[in-house]
């Protein structure tokens, strides 16, 4: 199906041209060596990325609250790696097994634990 | 249009062996293994089940009284009709069951997993795929015990021939070269090995071997609680981890029945159509940099900005722990939806002159015109994605099978017609424009409310008792979701004891992976690496 009736018609040069400029467009060919189509417009050279850190569990309450985590044994089993140890006196978050899925946060006490916000965060006053 | 009622008249002797039941729009025969040859056949060519999506067995030995403990289920599709069907076959372990490859060829690799984890005999030698070679344990059994785990034997080298008699010319394998893109290659697609063997410049064959991470998930899986295991299943796919989660959860609140909130639905949907965005674009930029473009780091500093987006919104760069039980994690954040705008600016501006870059260039277009898939090929091989529509198959899970906002909202499905890696590569590129579409409808209409159930907020440890009232006669359940490189999903089998007892894991890398001998013959050296990028494997999602 032809759209264009006078497609067939002798044509000027210059319309010629402009039917060329417009396949050219269509199919990406370059009509002239020296002459660029398609100036890619290039994003800034230098990206600065975002920092790739995991975010872990950061204990924040003091050292008194430390039975209100015993009483609630729920901490130490929701975890789905089993990296979170109870000893006598120090919980034990072990950074190899954590996934920083966040669940021991959600289902702690309130203000005793806290997801961390920089890389390698150990204490937040 | 399969009807149980039509089918019971007209094809008597089958119907009599075998019970039927439907739950949640799917079908469920059970049957005996002689009818399953019979079945297989009659689902394939009459009732129009062209695809056969999962294979999963079970031992119930434990639980069940019943005489047939095993179980093993072939789940099938209807993309015509937009139907499943469930074949359930009860057996005894000693019983050999008739093997399906001659009818799909899609089942092989599926039965020889289903044989070394289960001890399933199948009517045809078998290898061993996941597991070590020579292993006589089988771990998903309930008697099995971990005693001597023997020691992986290499036997997929390829054996090389070589004529003996000098006077005669020398065979045409002696002039093959073998190249072997293993584990920790840069060039191939992560931890799965591939020795493909080339004649001066085309692929003539290739073997693939996979198996190497040895995660266990879906073992793993039914002995963690349902929300545990929301933060293992989010690693199956990293760049799909939404659509993965999204499976997961809505597997549960369909058989609970939980409502989830408006808002919730939105936001949901926006993740799983980000996590397409960024995938598509890591697929892209893994096409160029096979290609040694430059434009390869631009399509990374694009996806760097979707990140972004990800992590204001729930902390994590690709979004894992976003998708909680009965909702979402948190609302949105004030201010993210400005962001988005200006994302959305920056990303329509710069894909498109990428792409008219990319195809101004001769070289690109020659490069990505091999390695066509056929339709036939895409239903006998069970693919799905991107690659099955390269290939002219009008399917989408979003528009058969509708959930959330889907069915409101306005968005194309691309088709391709000779499913070369270039029209991979248009699809992959034009589906980026479809999914920003939708999330802008989104944020257009985006409902007030709640971001979670409130009933489901606090109530975590009365899952277990709501789990209980199900109803366990309808055992498996099946859920799909469209992920940017194919159907992924979960085939789940519910406990008495309110657990899992089984879980299978769809996804769309596995069928691809087993075809890509086939896919990717008579493909020129130069343009190999290229049209497996298009492909869109990833191999976490070979492990199971």
């Not at chain 2, 067995?57 to 047939?68: A, K, Q, R, T």
């Not at chain 2, 879906?218 to 545990?228: F, N, P, R, S």
């Not at chain 2, 589906?431 to 606090?458: A, C, H, Y």
């Amino acid at each position: 199906m032809i759209l264009n009736r006078n497609f067939y018609n002798k044509v000027s040069l210059l319309r010629s041209a402009w039917f060329k400029w417009q396949l050219a467009k269509l199919t990406g060919e370059r009509l002239f060596k020296s002459f660029k189509l398609h100036k890619t417009e290039w994003p800034e050279k230098i990206y600065f990325y975002s920092p790739r850190l995991r975010r872990k569990p950061l204990y924040i309450g003091t050292v008194d609250k430390l039975s209100m985590w015993k009483e609630s044994k729920f901490c130490e089993n929701i975890c789905p790696t089993h990296a979170i140890k109870v000893t006598a006196d120090a919980i034990m978050i072990d950074d190899r097994g954590c996934i920083g899925c966040g669940l021991c946060v959600e289902f702690a006490p309130p203000g005793l634990l806290e997801m961390s916000v920089e890389f390698n965060e150990v204490h937040r006053s | 249009m399969f009807s149980w009622k039509e089918f019971e008249k007209t094809k008597v002797i089958l119907a009599q062996d075998s019970s039927y039941f439907e739950s949640a729009g799917q079908h469920h025969i059970t049957i005996r293994p002689i009818n399953l040859l019979r079945w297989v056949e009659m689902a394939g060519e009459d009732l129009g089940f062209f695809t056969l999506v999962e294979i999963a067995g079970v031992d119930l030995s434990g639980l069940d009284n019943s005489p047939y403990p095993f179980r093993l289920t072939y789940h099938f599709l209807n993309m015509g009709a937009h139907q499943r069907l469930n074949l359930h076959v009860c057996f005894n372990i000693n019983e050999i069951i008739p093997s399906i490859v001659g009818l799909f060829s899609n089942a092989e690799w599926m039965e020889r997993e289903q044989w070394e984890l289960l001890g399933i005999q199948f009517n045809r030698h078998m290898k061993s795929l996941l597991l070590p070679r020579g292993q006589k344990v089988f771990p998903y059994r309930k008697d099995s015990s971990s005693a001597d785990w023997p020691m992986d034997i290499p036997e997929n080298n390829p054996v090389l021939r070589f004529n003996p008699n000098k006077s005669e010319s020398p065979f045409a394998e002696e002039s093959y070269i073998w190249k072997n893109y293993s584990l920790y290659s840069s060039q191939s697609k992560g931890l799965f090995e591939w020795k493909a063997c080339f004649d001066g410049h085309r692929l003539v064959d290739s073997i693939v071997d996979i198996g190497f991470y040895h995660q266990g998930l879906e073992k793993t899986l039914t002995t963690k609680d349902w929300i545990q295991s929301l933060a293992l299943v989010d690693k199956i796919n990293f760049g799909a981890s939404p659509n993965y989660a999204v499976a997961w959860a809505k597997s549960l609140e369909d058989l609970l029945r939980i409502k989830i909130p408006e808002r919730a639905q939105a936001i949901r949907i926006m993740g799983i159509e980000l996590s397409r965005i960024f995938e598509h674009l890591t697929v892209m930029h893994e096409i160029c940099f096979a290609l040694n473009l430059p434009e390869h780091r631009l399509f990374l500093n694009l996806r760097e900005k979707i990140y972004e987006l990800m992590e204001k919104y729930c902390g994590h760069r690709q979004g894992f722990g976003m998708i909680k039980i009965g909702g979402v994690r948190d609302d949105l954040p004030p201010g993210w939806i400005v962001e988005y705008q200006a994302v959305f600016d920056v990303l329509t501006k710069v894909l498109k002159t990428i792409h008219r870059s990319l195809i101004s260039q001769p070289q690109f277009r020659e490069s990505l015109s091999a390695a066509s898939v056929s339709a036939q090929t895409a239903l006998q091989w069970g693919l799905s994605g991107p690659t099955m529509r390269a290939s002219g198959l009008n399917f989408d899970l979003r528009k058969s099978q509708p959930f959330y906002f889907y069915q409101d909202i306005d968005f194309d499905i691309p088709v391709g017609i000779h499913g070369t890696a270039y029209e991979r590569y248009l699809i992959r590129y034009e589906e980026i424009f479809q999914s920003l579409r939708i999330i802008t409808q989104v944020i257009d209409n985006l409902p007030m409310g709640e971001f979670i159930n409130p009933d489901w907020v606090k109530d975590y440890f009365t899952l277990t008792e709501e789990l209980k009232k199900i109803d366990v006669s309808k055992d498996w359940h099946y859920t799909g979701i469209e992920s940017p490189n194919g159907e992924c999903g979960f085939l789940i089998m519910l406990n008495r004891n309110s657990g899992l007892s089984r879980v299978k894991i769809k996804t769309p890398s596995f069928p691809l992976v087993q075809a890509l001998p086939l896919l990717l013959k008579n493909v020129a050296e130069d343009h190999l690496l290229a049209s497996l990028a298009s492909l869109g494997i990833r191999s976490t999602e070979l492990d199971r």
